[in-house]
């Protein structure tokens, strides 16, 4: 069981470390290219790198807005439910074993 956790940790490790890499080249790419103007967008390989650069970081940029507001909204809700009491509101004199003599 250990060696498909450590295999699974190593596998979101390498992972993180592509996309981390990806986002890194396509924003220093783009930096180094902002200043380039051609003719022929169709067969440029410039432009067609500078285009998938730009689609590179919108879609992982997507990506972690959706996984921070999943996070912010599972960490709000595991604070909240530590407030409330698991003591049912409708209780009754059965339910609190009260004798009742009269």
């Known amino acids: ?3 498909i956790r450590n295999y699974n940790r190593i596998l979101a490790m390498v992972a993180v470390v592509a996309t981390v890499f990806v986002m890194l080249f396509s924003t220093i790419f783009i930096a180094e290219h902002v200043s380039h103007h051609c003719d022929d967008e169709a067969h440029c390989p410039i432009c067609l790198v500078l285009e998938q650069c730009q689609s590179n970081i919108k ?3 997507a990506g972690l807005v959706v996984a ?4 912010m909204v599972a960490f709000a809700m595991k ?8 003591q049912s509101i409708q209780t009754s004199l059965v339910s609190q074993k009260v004798r009742i003599d009269s």
């Not at 921070?68 to 996070?71: C, E, L, S």
């Not at 604070?79 to 698991?86: A, D, R």
Request: proline letters at 0%.
């Open 59 to 61: 879609s992982i940029g």
């Open 79 to 86: 604070e909240t439910s530590s407030y409330v009491s698991g």
């Open 68 to 71: 921070a507001t999943v996070y």
């Open 1 to 3: 069981m250990s060696k």
